[in-house]
């Protein structure tokens, strides 16, 4: 888990330094990087890239490729540090969307957590003059639409293998990227090149190494490492691009991790 949030840490600060490249640019990039992998994985294990659900699969292909490209923009905007914090409210639209779609019933104290998480948020809107109206907007309808994935992801199930799913997702991005840039491009120069091709060489082993950690024995301890990624990124953020985060911003962003973690060790508790 520690490796994933390490990768996942790695692309983020990449996506903030390339930020004067337009979304639909990174996306196509980190899609790119990322088939060389999915594809060559199905192919030699002589997995169906087609797939078994296919209307499934283009959807969740094309809610995450929305998700994906909203965070890109935030970015802009938001010290990323701040902005990986705010997408990590998630998990709360999934169990919203869980609720009305897959009629899944969440004890009221998974809401007061919930709570903590957004009184977080609201704390990091109003104590730190670095997160603008729009950024916080983009961040937020990105974690709406990734959590409406996790949801589909659930419906999905286990009729389709995960690689398919994540290939489905990258072809969806490549495509919708590649449409986006063709109306907005921005010619990489020298070391540019190699960063966007490395998007998603670190964000596929961010997602591998993430998968295993879940498919261990020991889940219950190590998934909280997952928001190690936060406090990573802040800290990089500060170093890199010389981003302040006022004490009282630094507190919210406690209490949405708090929030999210409280909620995860609740569920696996019960």
């Known amino acids: 888990m520690l490796i994933s949030t390490l990768s996942f840490t790695v692309m983020n600060l990449i996506v903030k330094y390339l930020a004067h490249f337009g979304s639909g640019q990174l996306v196509l990039f980190r899609a790119f990087g990322s088939?060389?992998?999915t594809m060559s994985y199905l192919i030699s294990n002589k997995i169906s890239?087609?797939?078994?659900?296919?209307k499934l699969l283009i959807l969740r292909g094309i809610v995450g490729v929305t998700s994906m490209g909203l965070f890109f923009m935030s970015v802009d905007y938001l010290p990323i540090g701040s902005a990986v914090s705010l997408r990590y409210l998630s998990p709360i639209f999934a169990t919203i969307?869980?609720?009305i779609f897959l009629r899944e019933h969440v004890?009221?104290?998974?809401?007061?957590?919930?709570?903590?998480?957004?009184g977080g948020v609201l704390m990091i809107k109003g104590f730190d003059p670095n997160i603008n109206t729009l950024g916080l907007t983009l961040v937020l309808g990105s974690a709406i639409f990734s959590g409406g994935v996790y949801v589909i992801i659930n419906k999905i199930g286990q009729k389709?293998?995960?690689?398919?799913i994540v290939n489905y997702f990258m072809w969806i991005s490549f495509i919708v990227g590649g449409i986006l840039s063709f109306f907005d491009?921005?010619?990489p120069s020298g070391i540019e090149w190699v960063l966007l091709l490395s998007l998603g060489v670190f964000g596929y082993f961010g997602q591998l190494?993430?998968?295993k950690a879940f498919q261990s024995q020991a889940t219950n301890k190590i998934v909280s490492l997952k928001y190690a990624e936060v406090i990573f990124t802040m800290i990089a953020g500060a170093f890199w691009f010389i981003d302040v985060y006022p004490p009282l911003s630094i507190v919210g962003t406690l209490l949405v991790i708090t929030g999210l973690i409280l909620n995860i060790w609740y569920r696996r508790k019960t």
Do not use: E, R, Y
């Not at 890239?49 to 296919?54: E, H, M, P, S, T």
């Not at 004890?107 to 957004?118: D, V």
């Open 49 to 54: 890239i087609a797939g078994n659900q296919k």
């Open 209 to 211: 190494f993430m998968t």
């Open 35 to 37: 088939l060389f992998f």
């Open 97 to 99: 969307f869980a609720v």
């Open 107 to 118: 004890k009221p104290i998974q809401w007061l957590f919930f709570l903590m998480a957004f």
């Open 185 to 187: 491009w921005t010619m």
């Open 160 to 164: 389709d293998h995960p690689v398919v």
